[in-house]
């Protein structure tokens, strides 16, 4: 065969061929999915040059020092064939290095026994010279010890095999053509273990050649096609790095894609803590959130909020967002994950700043008029509007000070609020002037409330800093309504007609409002 004359410079092609793609692919390293094919890379060629070498070899001893240094990366290549496998489909594979660290150790050990072979024999039986169609290289009968490490070895290359084909059912269609490619190419060495016997090829180097196919379509499947190729560093690098959480789940509902965000809102949102999310279920994060499994069942798209139930004031975004709108069936869905807990406590001090009097957190005046113009009435109830006025808040302030007064304002807020919290609407309609509006049987009950708490105020004592000590008093003024349509100005300017009333009799007591002036008609608000 003519052709085989130049065997030896094939190899040294291949060798170079693939070392030159190992370096160019070094600058990828860091990039998930990409981490180990430039170190397989490196391995072929030096399977290659050493094959080159024993094959150029004029003595038994070089030949054989050859066969032994081409061992060591024959061995390695179904190790990081495995693990550029893993690393593709389980981006990011964590904790892949240290599984390989562990998964080497035979590998070393077989290396070991082989270059000390021709001490104890464990490994090789028979040594000798194989020359066929003028190539003669090391020929060599295994022992069953061997032929464990060979088989170890080559268990890697067919889990791997097996990983892309299970990944080929649950990757986006888009990506088929390239995982074709990739999955033909990784057949080669598999199947070549198993066919070389049968056809009893023994040509030095072949194997070297079988694998070859494999690591070439890995090369053009992650860097040169372009969906793979299209600037990884930096969308690897984005990715990665993002704020918000991506989550991208096949058509079976299992993550394929996550990043360490990702990681971190789904262990904080499920309660769990798995060393990846990577191939389990979304249904932690759904099971407990039922509008959103119903949209995501559907494979439709939208934006949720979830208070996060462990952590008071976090609160997450959750957008869904489907992978093919085309074809629901076979879709998987993208879900990104943001923390809107900033946003959140923005917006509710937004809203306190709107509606609470930010002195003694009571409801300010528009609120306090919005609450109880969208309350409705309990049949067969009426509706009270008491009006507290402090006697002789004037005095307060001008004997002890501003402070004095606030003081005097917050602590009967806080008396306000214990008294009425559960059973009524409470604010601050002006300077020293409180409203509560609560429901009542009828008139005498109303009447009874207020004058409870008139008396209960008789006995309140505000207590300064300097030990001073202020006793207060407190007007009311009562409307009352049986009416369920009734106006609310209408009975506000009753009640604070009896306010009027009170102050201007002897103050420290409770004046009821007519109720014959009160209009039905629809309610309306004044926020003054």
Request: aromatic share 12%.
């Amino acid at each position: 065969m003519p052709w085989m004359q130049g065997y030896p410079y094939y190899l040294i092609m291949g060798s170079v061929l693939s070392l030159y793609l190992g370096v160019s692919s070094y600058k990828y390293r860091n990039s998930p999915g990409r981490r180990y094919l430039w170190i397989l890379m490196l391995i072929v060629g030096f399977i290659f040059a050493a094959t080159a070498g024993e094959i150029m070899s004029s003595s038994f001893s070089s030949k054989l020092w050859w066969k032994n240094v081409q061992q060591i990366p024959l061995f390695f290549s179904n190790l990081y064939t495995y693990a550029v496998i893993k690393d593709y489909i389980s981006r990011p594979a964590r904790g892949l290095s240290r599984r390989l660290s562990f998964f080497a150790v035979p590998m070393v050990a077989d290396a070991v026994l082989i270059f000390t072979d021709s001490y104890h024999h464990w490994m090789r039986s028979e040594v000798g010279i194989n020359t066929v169609a003028g190539i003669s290289g090391i020929s060599v009968k295994p022992t069953v010890l061997s032929m464990i490490f060979i088989s170890y070895a080559q268990l890697f290359c067919i889990v791997a095999t097996v990983l892309l084909a299970a990944y080929l059912f649950r990757a986006p269609k888009k990506e088929l053509r390239r995982n074709l490619l990739m999955l033909a190419g990784l057949l080669v060495p598999v199947v070549a273990v198993f066919l070389l016997p049968v056809l009893k090829i023994t040509i030095t180097g072949f194997t070297a050649f079988a694998i070859m196919p494999a690591t070439l379509a890995a090369y053009l499947t992650l860097y040169r096609d372009p969906p793979a190729s299209l600037n990884p560093v930096a969308q690897i690098t984005i990715f990665e790095n993002m704020k918000d959480g991506i989550i991208l789940t096949n058509r079976n509902d299992r993550i394929i894609e996550i990043n360490e965000a990702g990681e971190l809102m789904l262990s904080e949102l499920s309660g769990q803590s798995p060393e990846t999310w990577l191939g389990r279920s979304i249904d932690s994060l759904l099971e407990t959130h039922w509008d959103i499994l119903t949209r995501y069942m559907h494979r439709t798209e939208g934006d949720f909020e979830i208070e996060f139930p462990r952590r008071a004031g976090t609160c997450y975004g959750v957008s869904l967002v489907s992978t093919d709108r085309d074809n629901i069936d076979d879709s998987g869905m993208l879900i990104i994950l943001s923390d809107h807990s900033d946003k959140k406590r923005y917006e509710r001090e937004l809203v306190y700043q709107a509606t609470v009097d930010d002195l003694t957190g009571l409801f300010n005046r528009r609120h306090f008029i919005q609450m109880v113009t969208s309350r409705e009435i309990p049949e067969g109830a009426g509706i009270a509007l008491l009006l507290f006025d402090i006697d002789d808040f004037k005095l307060i302030n001008d004997t002890y000070g501003h402070i004095a007064g606030d003081h005097a304002l917050i602590t009967f807020s806080e008396e306000v609020q214990r008294t009425y919290k559960n059973r009524g609407i409470c604010g601050r309609v002006g300077g020293e002037e409180f409203a509560v509006c609560f429901f009542a049987s009828d008139k005498h009950m109303a009447l009874e409330e207020a004058e409870a708490f008139r008396a209960k105020m008789c006995n309140h004592v505000v207590t300064l800093d300097k030990g001073q000590m202020i006793r207060l008093t407190v007007s009311i003024g009562l409307a009352y309504s049986e009416q369920s349509s009734v106006v609310f100005e209408d009975l506000y300017r009753h009640a604070d007609e009896a306010l009027y009333r009170s102050k201007t009799t002897g103050k420290n007591k409770v004046t009821f409002g007519e109720q014959s002036a009160l209009r039905e008609s629809v309610k309306s608000v004044t926020t003054g």
